[in-house]
Structures are given as C-alpha cells and as structure tokens.
C-alpha cells in the first residue's frame, strides 16, 4: 500500500506564496504520474497540476498557469507545488494523488488510485 502525506498549507492574504509538499511511502510503479488537485466543499476535486516521474512533463489547469508550478524530487518520492499570486478562488483543501504511467498528465480525480488526506489553503483578500 502506498501512503501520500501532503504538507505545507496554510493561511495566506491574496497575493502571497506557498508551497505543497507531498511524500509517498514508497512508489507502487517503476514510473508514475503524481498530481495535485483541489476541493472546496459543494464542489467537485479540480484538477491543478500533473507531472510525470519520467520525462518531468507537467500538465497545468488554465486557472492556475503562470503562478503554480509542479515538481518532483524522484530520489525522495516527494512532489511540490509552488503557488505563487494567490487569490481567494485558489482556497480549498489540496490533495496530492499518484497513478500509474499511462495516465499521461491526467487531470481526472477518478484515475488515480492514492490519494493523501489533504492540506488546508486558505487565501484571503
């Protein structure tokens, strides 16, 4: 079994930075998708960002390009997520998951198969 800890949420006022991070126990496939997505109660998780553990490829959703990036450390297994110019849309609970190869930069919640419990981002005006 694969455990997923995110970490490094948090309070912030619009226009701030934070950054995600996200460790998996061990990795369940030779090579990997790991990817972040969010949620906010109501709504359905939104894709953020995917990266792929082998060419490094990353996939951004149109809400975020410009002022998150996604990255990868593969010798520690731990994903990161720089958020940069926050906004108040941008607060929700973020999730980092890992799926398997062929999900080129799947941004579909229903594909990946672990998941973390979440970390907290709030952003204030």
């Known amino acids: 079994q694969v455990q997923v800890v995110e970490s490094g949420g948090g309070s912030v006022q619009s226009g701030g930075s934070l950054r995600l991070s996200c460790t998996a126990s061990r990795s369940a496939y030779s090579s990997y998708y790991m990817a972040w997505f969010r949620q906010v109660p109501g709504k359905e998780r939104e894709g953020v960002a995917a990266i792929s553990s082998t060419s490094g490829s990353a996939r951004y959703a149109d809400s975020v390009t410009g002022r998150f990036t996604i990255s990868l450390d593969n010798a520690r297994n731990t994903l990161y997520l720089q958020m940069n110019s926050l906004a108040p849309e941008d607060t929700a609970m973020y999730y980092c998951?890992?799926?398997?190869?062929?999900?080129?930069?799947?941004?579909?919640?229903?594909?990946?198969?672990?998941w973390g419990q979440g970390t907290q981002v709030t952003v204030s005006s």
């Open positions: 998951a890992v799926g398997p190869p062929w999900l080129v930069s799947s941004l579909n919640p229903s594909e990946y198969p672990y």
